[in-house]
T-cell receptor, first 112, second 114 residues
Framework: GEDVEQSLFLSVREGDSSVINCTYT??????LYWYKQEPGAGLQLLTY?????DMKQDQRLTVLLNKKDKHLSLRIADTQTGDSAIYFC????????????FGSGTQLTVLP | EAGVAQSPRYKIIEKRQSVAFWCNPI?????LYWYQQILGQGPKLLIQ????????DSQLPKDRFSAERLKGVDSTLKIQPAKLEDSAVYLC???FGPGDSPLHFGNGTRLTVT
């Protein structure tokens, strides 16, 4: 099955950029999602990238995909205290009934 | 668009008791998922429905967990009897279809088993 690895913790200063990394094992993944989870809440879809893309930009968010290395990253520009949360990457397979696989998530802490 | 609704938000029970959780997915979403999220971990799929049929329940502990989606809309997840290790957040998610569309999550039910 799919394995997803993320570093557990990341701390940045307010206004700096944050980069959250993710590696996965299933090369057949066609969609790669980023979810955000705030305390006491469910997972909120942030953005996603198709596997035939290298980069996607969405306002302050930039997703980079290295399909050869099965490495995904999420960059948050001008990080704000409201960005403090747990971030999960989740690869999916188009047209497959297979569910998304989540890693343990990265706890982002934004320091004032 | 209304989101995925779950109830209750919190539940505290003693071990060996039973508990049920309810989920109402986004209107028109055919696929419904139940995930278990233990503190400090990512969500783990328990069961996936496509309309009212089960697609994947390979990680559902069937000796104590059961789930149904009788009319292809709402779903309930039951635990009977509960164990201490069942303490977790139970997340319901729905999607338009499997594979091609993102999952939308509810806020979850936090279960504490004492």
């Amino acid at each position: 099955g799919e394995d997803v690895e993320q570093s557990l913790f990341l701390s940045v200063r307010e206004g700096d950029s944050s980069v959250i990394n993710c590696t996965y094992t299933d090369s057949s993944s066609t969609y790669l999602y980023w979810y955000k989870q705030e305390p006491g809440a469910g997972l909120q879809l942030l953005t996603y990238i198709f596997s035939n893309m290298d980069m996607k930009q969405d306002q302050r968010l930039t997703v980079l995909l290295n399909k050869k290395d099965k490495h995904l990253s999420l960059r948050i520009a001008d990080t704000q205290t409201g960005d403090s949360a747990i971030y999960f990457c989740a690869p999916g397979v188009s047209g497959s009934a297979r569910q998304l696989t989540f890693g343990s998530g990265t706890q982002l802490t934004v320091l004032p | 668009e209304a989101g995925v609704a779950q109830s209750p938000r919190y539940k505290i029970i003693e071990k060996r008791q039973s508990v049920a959780f309810w989920c109402n997915p986004i209107s028109g979403h055919a696929t419904l998922y139940w995930y278990q999220q233990i503190l400090g971990q990512g969500p783990k799929l328990l069961i996936q429905f496509q309309n009212n049929g089960v697609v994947d329940d390979s990680q559902l502990p069937k000796d104590r967990f059961s789930a149904e989606r009788l009319k292809g809309v709402d779903s309930t997840l039951k635990i009977q009897p509960a164990k201490l290790e069942d303490s977790a957040v139970y997340l319901c998610a729905s999607s338009f279809g499997p594979g091609d569309s993102p999952l939308h999550f509810g806020n979850g039910t936090r279960l504490t088993v004492t």
